[in-house]
């Protein structure tokens, strides 16, 4: 802060201060209210802040409107509160008791009494700089240490002498700890707070997400055997607050004395957690009291879409990854499936996004009441994500919403639909989806589609197939995996096709001493389904054949693609060939209609041949696929690995 700016804000403050000490107490409370109420409406990105925290605190025990409420409340009482600040000499000459009820001064006299001193131990909450009136209204030695204002040395000063006025003697930061010893060892007493512990403080539970809490005040009652009593300041309905000192908090010991603070300092929190239950809107969450946080929440918006729910899986696992490594966070996922009332309302509600783009007064949570169904909208409503995760356009919109709502990053995966793509964090696109001319930063390319294979999750795929087929355990034999899918949009399955691929790897198992692992897809046409029945059911080279529509094994795919040594994909399911290159096994892809064609105009034709032409997978007809898997086994034909993983780790870094 500038000499200027610093001596304008004193003379403004000093100011103030004399106009209100002049005016009515109960007028200048409510100017104060008028303020704070102004401010809710003016200071959006304040407001978003306050209403992030008690969202996390309170979404599962209170309705929207009410934390709108709160956070209303929050403002007004930080502006009554700063107030009184300013009126501490008219305060003090009217005397303390016509403002501040002392209650509870039984168990100061009691701890003092031990001869050890006595720590208040307190927290942002109500007018904590009112508190320090209880030193001149029990009549004894009464210390707070100040955090230093050192940007602006004469409003540090200024809000020193407020401090001293009401009766408090300030313990200078840099000489804290060793002060506060001594004022202890004289039987004084010290106001230490328990919140706001930033790096140095500890993650305990607050509110069931874990927060930085400051540990001094514990430590020393431990390490001197100090009585600790807590602190709580309110304000009642008629204006004056009551100062409750409560009696000293029974600590817990034992030979290790980081657990010991661990225990404590959670227990001493869960202490004022109960009162800020009664009374949430005393507590200054207008701070970013989650900051230092050990826990990350992400939420994964599902449109049902079984393909687009595996790639928002393997972004919120990459997340995962990137939080603990980056930044030592733990990530909860949580998943939550977006369901529309009706059938117009999934397009009504993208005509009201392309709208909301423009109007931000409609970026509203609540608008997704309209669209969404009742118990679709209650969960997001409860939800308190720090990130989302979305795949597709149909959840863009709901993506777009609520992290406009929320203080949230939203990483988004394939085009938005009408959205622009400028309101999420980061776009994560196949490189055969990008639009031509694309110059959006925060855009990563993908080789293929996203998925989960990773070494871990191929392993733990293998684990569950050869548990629920043992047979497959003592088989050495190298094996061919073979994935069959079925009819798709623009892509039909010919049976005279399908049943030559058969003959030929039945062919190419006998020649290279390989077995067949065969497993369709629940869109596999039954007549297909049968005729792969009859020619691998009794097929002495096929130890596994999986129906889908007679079996749906989950981890049928991920553990075939574990035990194979090459990979044999039908070319009309982008995912599960995304999923066969990127298990790092040699795959060869064939054209379901038959052949690849360079002029193709299917989606699933280009996709195919692009990656065929940058060296990761072997493009084939059926009726050349005996030449290919020939081609395949020999080492001439050398197959690059997809590492799309290893990319989107780094994307999902450089905007933590």
Known sequence: ??????????????????????????????????????????MAQKRAVVEANLRIAFSTSRSRQEIRHLTRQVFENFVCSFLELLCLPRIKKEGFEKTVALEGKENITQALSLGKGCIFLAIHSGSWELASLVGSMCEHPYNIVANEQRKAPKLNELLNDYRRLAGAKV?????????????????????????????DGIPVDFFGKTASMSTGAIRLGLKYQTPICPVWIKRETNGKNVLKVFPMLTLQTSKDVEKDVMVNTQKAVKFFEDLLRVHPYEYMWSYKVYKY??????????????????????????????????VAKQARIKTQVVEFKYCWSQKVFAFYCLIAQVLGFLRKEGALRIFLKANCYQSLVISKPDFIVACGSQVAGVSFILSRTWPTQSIHILKPGVLDWRWFSLIVLPQHDKPSGSSFKRLMLTKVALNLITVEYLKQQEEKLLLRYSHLKGNVRSKIGVLIGGNTKGVVFDSHQIRLLVHQLKDAAKHFNMDLLVTTSRRTPKDIDEMLTKELRNFERCPLLIIANDSNIPEAV????????????????????????????KTIVFSAGGNYTQNSSSKYDRFVLGLNQQGYLLASSIK?????????????????????????????????
Request: proline share 2%.
């Open 1 to 42: 802060m500038s000499l200027l700016s610093e001596s304008f804000l004193y003379k403004i403050i000093k100011f103030l201060g004399g106009i209100f000490c002049r005016l009515p107490y109960g007028v200048s409370l409510g100017i104060a209210r008028g303020i704070g109420f102004l401010g809710f409406f003016l």
């Open 171 to 199: 313990i200078p930061p840099g000489s804290a700890t060793r002060e506060i010893i001594r004022v202890l060892k004289a039987n004084e007493i010290v106001s230490l707070v328990l919140d706001q512990g930033g790096k």
């Open 624 to 656: 050349d696929l005996s030449v290919t898997i020939t081609q395949a086994m020999s080492q001439k034909a050398f197959v690059k690995a997809v590492d799309d993983q290893t990319k989107l780790l780094k994307a999902i870094e450089d905007i933590l």
């Open 558 to 585: 991920g553990g075939i693609l574990a035990l194979s040594d090459l990979l044999v994909v039908s070319g009309e399911s982008i995912s599960m060939i995304s999923e066969a290159v990127s298990s790092g096994k």
């Open 293 to 326: 946080s050990t826990q990350t929440e992400v939420l994964i918006l599902d449109d049902s879409k079984t393909g687009h729910l595996r790639q928002s899986q393997a972004v919120a696992n990459s997340l995962k990854v990137a939080l603990n490594s980056k």
